[in-house]
């Protein structure tokens, strides 16, 4: 199995950045694509950012240019750089392994005040 343990969440301003981690244990070596979902207060849960074992990324549209993942592989770590936050950034943001198993995080909570 894959343990997943998010950080970095908080309070920060419109147009601050955070940035999020992920450290992964267990059966890493079965894990091929790590990506970040977020979910916000009544709304379902969003892809945010996704990364695969070769560096391929993706971006939901809404954090397009803004928001950056990448990955430590020698950390067993998956950052979310997030710039020019907005108030409507705020959520739950959730780490999630996909590859032999399917793993999640708890979550950690990311406020974004106006």
């Known amino acids: 199995q894959v343990h997943l343990v998010e950080s970095g969440g908080g309070l920060v301003q419109a147009g601050g950045s955070l940035r999020l981690s992920c450290v992964a244990s267990?059966?890493?070596?079965?894990?091929?694509?790590m990506a970040w979902y977020r979910r916000a207060p009544g709304m379902q849960r969003e892809l945010v950012a996704a990364i695969t074992s070769g560096d391929s990324t993706d971006y939901a549209d809404s954090v397009k240019g803004r928001f950056t993942i990448s990955r430590d592989n020698a950390k067993n770590t998956v950052y979310l750089q997030m710039s020019s936050l907005k108030p409507e950034d705020t959520a739950v943001y959730y780490c999630r392994g996909i590859g032999s198993y399917d793993s999640w995080g708890p979550g950690t909570q990311v406020t974004v005040s106006s």
């Open positions: 267990g059966s890493i070596l079965s894990i091929n694509t």
